[in-house]
Every structure is written in structure tokens, then in C-alpha cells.
């Protein structure tokens, strides 16, 4: 093998077990195999590397090695004798001279140097820049394809092959450790957890975005206040928005989606319509829902998302693992084992629910939980 791609249409599951002859664990092999198909599907990122990279410091010639030797001593007016050679008094014109031709040759050869270093640096240069061009080619030739080689102003988006691209199996345990399982038009792939779609981040932040807002209303009645009043988004966001949502992310991010002169007469009418935004962004982002799915811990295909535990609602909500144990473990005991189950509920149906089975919530925390569940059972219906 001479690179990655000589190993295009090798079963990866036989490739994995080849590797893991030589040595290297499962896990390990799985991840190596994994970077290889989604490097021969095209959905690796790639990643530029000069093939000439500049010097980042500078060669031993190229450093100035010029000292001046020479120093005149002064001569006195009607006292000191000019004379040619050495005394013992004075070195004399030839030795003066001399010095200063040796200083000045020296000053040659840093000269001479600097132009060879600029020479070659400007070579250099040259050649980096070759490695640039050659990148933007690859990148034009990208955009080409991607356009139907027909870049007009009126040409589609890019063509992302939704058709081939991987589609989610679901959460396996392999060696102690959760992992992704993706069917490609070559085989099955396994890819550890969830990081490898490159969306947890995103994913995650967009799920909590309501739950976030219910929080923050629940700590600040003057919010409340105004959304009953008729306080549009514009205004909200301008007295509200650099408040914090505890996760990094403001008010005025959370509402960001959100029509400038829209109003909504509670927390629940608000929730509602940042959940639908948020959910209308998963769903048409690539790879979304299947983030989503590997989040929520969908075990197979065709296995609703919202009927995935709703032990993650609980952990989310809790502001302790402790709590989090709790809530889940009271979930369960009241019936509501799946996320569909908690979106069925209403803030106060939950508060009841709960309590009957010795587990306080307060109303906010509640309405959290459904705001939560709602964002999550209302991305997909099945898979």
C-alpha cells in the first residue's frame, strides 16, 4: 500500500480484523479503518500542508556576522607626527587603512549573504505559493463539480450527495466504549461516539436553546414581565439580550431566530416557536437529525427518536448528577420512561406526576423538562 486510498473497496470489517492481528486493540483498528472510508467517501476533512514550507528561522549564512575591528585614535594638531607605518606611538596610515578595507570587506560578505538569503528566500516563496495555487485549483475544481460545472449566478447550492451519504444504525458497545454505527455505500463503519460528526457542539447547544430561556425567565421576573406585555423581540433583546444562558450563549442569541417584531404572550407561546426555528435549522443541516439520534442514544434503525430514555432530559435539567439520578428514577417510577412520554405532559402534570412519586420539581423546572422534550420528540416522527 502506498496510500489510504489503494485500499478503496477492502470490507472494512475484514481490514479491522487484519490490524488487530498486528496488535493494535479493536477500538483502535475501528478508528484507523473508519478515517480510511471516509477518506475514500470524500467526507474527510482535508486538511492543506505546504509541500515546501517557509524556513521559520532564519539559516546560519543569512545571520549579519559583521564586527567592526577598526578604531581610530585622534590625532592632535601641531603635536602628532602623520606617518605611514607602526610606532610606538601611532600605528599609522598603512594599518588605518588596512583595517578599514577588512571592515569593509566584511561588510561585502554580509551584503553578498543577504542578497543569497533573499535569492533563495524569494525561491521559497515561490514554491509555497505553488502549493497555494495548486490547493485553490483543487478547490475551483470542487466547486465546478459541485455546480455541475456550470458556476452562473443562478446555479443551485452545492450539491452535498445526500443521496450516498451515510445514514445512522444506531449506539453499539464495543470494548467498554459507545460507538456510531454508519452504513456507506461500501459497508457498515463504526466511528467512536458522537464527536466524529463534527455537530455534537452544535447539536446540543440547539436542543437546550428553549429549556436555556425557560431557566433564564424563571430568574428574571422583569423577562416575564415584558413578554406578557407585548414586549417585541427587537425590544426584548435590546434590555435582555447580553444576559447569559449559562452556556456560553446570550438571550440575544437564543431570540436571534426569531422574527425582529414578533410577540408572544408567555414563556410557553415563546418556547414553542425558538423550538420550531431551532428544529427547522437541525433538520437542514446535514447530518443533523443523525446527531441528534447519536445523542439520544437511538440504538437501531427505524427507531423513533423520541422514544429514546428520558434519563437525558433528567440529567440536563438537574443541577447536580445527584439530582439528575433522582429526577430520572422518578421519571420512570411515574410512567414517563421515554422523551415522547415527557412531551406529552404539561408543566403541571409533571409537577403532580413527580410528586406522587416523592420527587420535587418547582414549576420552572418543569416547564424546562417539557420545553426539552418537546425540542427533541418534535425532530423526527421515526428514523
Known sequence: MTTWTDLAGVDPATLVDQIVTTGVNKYDAAKLVNNLVAINLNQAPRHFVFSHPLPTTDPAPCAPTFARTF??????????????????DDKGFNWRFNALARDIDALHTDTANLFQCLSTLRGQLVQAL???????????TDVATNHGNNPGLNTPPFNVGLENAPQFLGVRELDGSKVTMWKTAQNVMVLPGVDTV???????QRLATGGLLVRFAGQSQ??????????????????????DLGDGRTVANALALLPDDATYQDMATLTDAVNTQEQAVIKSTVGGVDAVSALTGVTSEGMPIATTTA???????????????VLGSGLSRAGLTTIADVAGQT????????????????????QELATRASMIAGLQTTR
Open 198 to 204: 463534527g455537530l455534537q457542539d452544535t447539536v446540543t
Open 347 to 366: 408543566p403541571t402534570q409533571l409537577v403532580q406526576r413527580l410528586g406522587q412519586q416523592g420527587v420535587t420539581i418547582d414549576p420552572v423546572q418543569a
Open 311 to 325: 434519563a437525558l432530559l433528567a440529567t440536563s435539567v438537574a443541577t447536580s448528577p445527584v439530582l439528575g439520578s
Open 71 to 88: 578604531s581610530h585614535q585622534d590625532w592632535i594638531d601641531g603635536e602628532s607626527v602623520v606617518q605611514a607605518g607602526e610606532s610606538a
Open 222 to 243: 422583569e423577562f416575564t414581565q415584558a413578554l406578557a406585555a407585548g414586549t417585541s423581540v427587537k425590544d426584548l433583546i435590546a434590555t435582555y439580550g447580553q444576559q
Open 130 to 140: 505553488q502549493d497555494v495555487a495548486a490547493e485553490l485549483n483543487r478547490l475551483d
